[in-house]
């Protein structure tokens, strides 16, 4: 498998990483770090000098200084202004986890510098995404001079136009990959406009949000608005950048690591009355984790924009009331169960219509009845089904609205900024790795051939290649193995679990267990057994592989579990190689 490519039974094309000896020997010795470890490391690219980094992630190495992105100046200028003016400030932010927590950090600032600011979360299915001409207009009515929109407002001209027009200052803060044009506005800060050289292109909305408040609270020292001794450390806020950086699945590299390794420390402290309530009605006692906020954290945040009232997770995330809290945190809860039943519903009909869409590289499902709320849930489950670019659009003449969701080396965000020039949608714009889009339902199977046809040039031999970073033995599979991962978290987006191959085992005693998991053992020819499961598999390719006895290589993640005092692991399957 060294030197081949193997194909499994999810239909994914794998190798294992290519490893340099004298990288590995050179880790070990700078870093007194493992052979595993070291190993692991090298297998991720990682540059050597910048391995410890990694390890040992920190916002005063990885992050530059504020005023070096671009804009950044324009927009500390004009909100010190609005400081000294005692002008009244909006916050414009998006319905998802990056603009709850995005503006929740700006509120939170300018509150604490003596500015308390209005939120505005526009309703999804009667606003849409980002700003809109009557919300401005109304922000306008009520007294407002100026709008920082968080999360959103690189594509808005039309409506940054009529800001304009009606003398409404506007400061956007965003991420999402902008058009050769600006949006126009007093300043727009966004790492990854073409002329901004800071490298920080990985960031969400709430990390460049974070970067803005400290800039600000900076000059308003400077220029005696406040008071430096009587201001705390801004860090405190970092409970927010984690959840919104994780939720928002950008990569887990550079300043993004240190965001959320600090960010989920400061959680821990259970200091956020919103954050708390949610941890509360979710039942976890445990340390945050990764995967605490992007599962159950994060996705009963996201049912207000889904399926309620958008609003509900930013007053969450800025509640000074421990009661409203837990009030908010139950009604989300039961939003986010309604979400769920929804989402059931659609991911079938969705399942249907994938199945007459095999032979495209892109797979783009459509329907009238489709709740938009859960569009972009559905396509991540397809694309864990069928490992294919997807996108959802819930048809409404021209208005229609799609998600999508992709895969490695599948730029979705890229495609569908084409297709808008192109003028085959209305509207649209993403990351590489998801997207959102308005437009005409008349017009779907175009933008399915364009997406098509367009996706050729970045195919390689028609398959992505997937990773393995390390083979091991059942009986290496020790639990210290696993305890040596500790340092190379957070694992997520850009910097995923480890990926491990078991080769040549026999896989007995299947079985079926909960509603969609299979449960099996793994044996080698040493008699060493690791138990192992493989979860929401039945009905694809991996569930009935597994339910037959025979030998293949696994390909998975190790788990340590804690039994009767004594530690285990178990493997979770993602693919199996049959022999």
């Known amino acids: 498998m060294n030197s081949n490519y193997y194909f499994s039974v999810n239909n994914k094309k794998w190798s294992i990483k290519a490893i340099e000896e004298r990288k590995v020997n050179k880790l070990i010795q700078d870093l007194q770090i493992s052979d595993f470890l070291a190993r692991l490391i090298c297998g991720r690219n990682i540059n050597i000098d910048k391995a410890e980094n990694f390890i040992n992630p920190s916002l005063r190495t990885q992050l530059p200084s504020p005023l070096l992105l671009k804009d950044m100046d324009l927009a500390i200028d004009r909100i010190s202004q609005a400081f000294i003016n005692n002008e009244k400030i909006a916050i414009f932010g998006d319905y998802d986890v990056d603009g709850a927590t995005s503006s929740a950090v700006l509120y939170k600032a300018f ?8 939120i505005y979360i526009p309703d999804r299915i009667k606003e849409g995404y980002g700003p809109n001409i009557d919300a401005l207009g109304t922000l306008k009515d009520k007294g407002v001079d100026l709008v920082v929109t968080v999360d959103c407002g690189m594509t808005a001209f039309k409506e940054l136009d009529y800001a304009k027009d009606i003398s409404l200052d506007i400061i956007v803060v965003d991420h999402h990959a902008p058009e ?27 990390g460049v949000s ?9 000059k308003l020292v400077e220029i005696n608005v406040i008071n430096e001794n009587n201001i705390p450390s801004l860090s405190f806020l970092l409970d927010l950048v984690a959840l919104g950086t994780i939720c928002d699945v950008v990569p887990l590299i550079g300043a993004n690591r240190a965001f959320v390794k600090q960010g989920l420390r400061v959680m821990s402290k259970r200091q956020n009355y919103g ?33 309620g009232e958008s609003s509900l997770g930013a007053k969450l995330l800025t509640t000074d009331s421990k009661s409203e809290a837990k ?31 095999e032979s495209y590289e892109i797979l783009v499902l459509s329907s009238k009845n489709w709740h938009p709320g859960v569009i972009g849930i559905v396509a991540s489950r397809i694309v864990e089904l069928y490992n294919k670019p997807t996108i959802i659009i819930t048809e409404n003449g021209l208005n229609s609205k799609g998600s999508g969701r992709s895969i490695a080396g599948k730029d979705i965000g890229r495609l569908i900024t084409k297709a808008k020039q192109s003028n085959v ?31 050729q040039n970045q195919l390689e031999d028609n398959k992505t290649i997937y990773y393995v970073d390390l083979a091991v033995s059942i009986s290496g599979a020790i639990p210290q193995l696993i305890k040596e991962l500790k340092l190379a978290e957070p694992f997520g987006s850009g910097n995923p679990e480890p990926k491990f191959i078991i080769k040549n085992v026999n896989l007995f005693n299947s079985k079926i267990v909960g509603e969609n998991h299979v449960k099996c053992t793994l044996t080698d020819s040493s008699n060493s057994r690791i138990d192992a499961i493989a979860f929401r598999c039945i009905g694809t390719a991996l569930g009935k592989s ?8 696994v390909i998975g993640r190790l788990k340590l579990s804690e039994w009767n005092g004594r530690e285990r692991l178990q493997m979770h399957i993602d693919d199996v190689i049959e022999l």
Not at 336 to 349: P, Y
Not at 426 to 447: F, R, S, W, Y
Not at 546 to 553: F, I, K, Q, S
């Open 327 to 357: 009030e908010i945190s139950y009604h989300l809860n039961g939003l986010n169960e309604e979400r769920k039943q929804l989402e059931a519903e659609v991911l079938d009909q969705a399942k249907n219509l994938a199945l007459s869409q």
């Open 111 to 118: 509150k604490l510098f003596g500015n308390e600011p209005i």
């Open 275 to 307: 954050i708390n309530a949610l941890f509360e009605v979710s039942e976890i006692e445990d340390m945050p984790s990764v995967f605490h906020t992007g599962f159950l954290l994060g996705p009963r945040i996201n049912a207000g924009g889904r399926v």
């Open 546 to 553: 597994l339910l037959n006895n025979y030998n293949a290589h």
């Open 210 to 218: 974070f970067m803005l408040v400290g800039a600000l609270k900076r």
């Open 425 to 455: 949608i209305i509207n649209g714009g993403g990351h590489p790795m998801a997207c959102g889009l308005t437009m005409d339902e008349a017009k779907v199977d175009d933008l399915r051939q364009f997406l098509n046809k367009n996706n």
């Open 180 to 206: 050769a044009k600006l949006p126009s506005a007093i300043a727009v800060i966004n790492p990854n406009r073409i002329d901004d050289s800071t490298g920080l292109g990985m960031l969400a909305a709430v």
